[in-house]
């Protein structure tokens, strides 16, 4: 098989090959030749060598064959700040900044706020760069998430405590004003497990390996006890689980229970508040 890209053509007649989107093709030759935007233009007529376009055609199969953008150049935007981004992490998704914006208009000033199943660390990073007030905690099961949330905090300048605990079992005594979620909600044997990123993500990110409420109802049912009276409990859910997740709020006794809608229109992110009455 002739390799996807030559040695010895200028960046200018790079072609790209039929099946790839446009924006993605621009991405990885910027990545494999250390070119920013700018830098395609005003290195136009710059030759590849025989590594770059080794390089560049090991790049260009790897998306032909399905594997995310994100991880292959390892990074991703969220809320306006760059993580890196790896196997062992979902790729944020905007749908989610909803959750960071309903958790910053309910953060008291000096607010504590706890990120369960952060992954990536996506969440409480914004929270905490939009916020440097606050006490952030972010939690993960998965070490190696907790490595990747740990750098990112580390590359946008912000504190935020890392915790390895599956779901609440190693917090016990804190207190916070606010539990934020993004949890693995998707229910197995679901046909989209099978389809496009989410086969290069990992699994336990993405899937309770049940009906897909089981870690939503774990939260639910262990918020209270670590809220301050009147605190809330934010989670990000599938687009057909806002009643179900309703109604474990209402079950657990939470008052002021509502969803909210994302940017496609689709009842994303439940919540209420604990212990008032
Ligand atoms: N929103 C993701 C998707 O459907 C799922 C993320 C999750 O389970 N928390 O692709």
Redesign the pocket.
Same mark, same amino acid.
């Given at each position: 098989m002739s390799p996807l890209v030559a040695p010895g053509v200028t960046v200018a007649s790079l072609q790209r090959p039929g099946a790839l989107d446009p924006v993605d093709h621009r991405i990885l030759v910027c990545h494999a030749l250390g070119l920013s935007r700018t830098g395609l233009i005003t290195h136009s007529e710059r030759v590849l060598s025989g590594d770059e376009a080794a390089r560049l055609s090991a790049l260009l199969q790897r998306r032909l064959d399905g594997e995310p953008i994100a991880y292959i150049v390892g990074k991703r935007e969220f809320y306006g700040l760059d993580f890196e981004v790896s196997p062992a992490v +979902?790729i944020p998704?905007p @749908? %989610?900044e909803l959750l960071v914006e309903l958790a910053l208009e309910r953060l008291p000033p000096q607010g504590r706020v706890l990120d369960m199943?952060t992954g990536s660390g996506a969440i409480a990073v914004a929270l905490a760069h939009t916020r440097p007030d606050a006490v952030v905690t972010a939690l993960d099961v998965s070490p190696a998430a907790l490595a990747v949330a740990q750098r990112n905090a580390a590359a946008n300048d912000v504190t935020v405590q890392f915790l390895h605990s599956d779901w609440f079992s190693a917090v016990d005594a804190a207190t916070f004003d606010l539990i934020v979620s993004? $949890? $693995?909600?998707?229910a197995s044997g679901d046909r989209?497990l099978a389809e496009g990123? +989410?086969r290069f @993500?990992p699994a336990g990110? +993405? %899937?309770d390996h049940a009906d897909g409420l089981s870690a939503l109802r774990r939260i639910v049912d262990g918020a209270p006890a670590r809220l301050a009276p009147g605190g809330w409990l934010l989670m @990000?859910?599938?687009y057909d689980q806002s009643a179900a997740v309703q109604a474990l709020l209402a079950a657990q006794g939470y008052t002021h229970v509502q969803s909210w809608h994302d940017l496609a229109g689709i009842a994303r992110v439940t919540g209420g508040r604990a212990g008032l009455r």
């Open positions: +979902l998704r @749908e %989610t199943g993004n $949890p $693995p909600y998707i989209h990123d +989410l @993500e990110a +993405l %899937t @990000e859910h599938g």
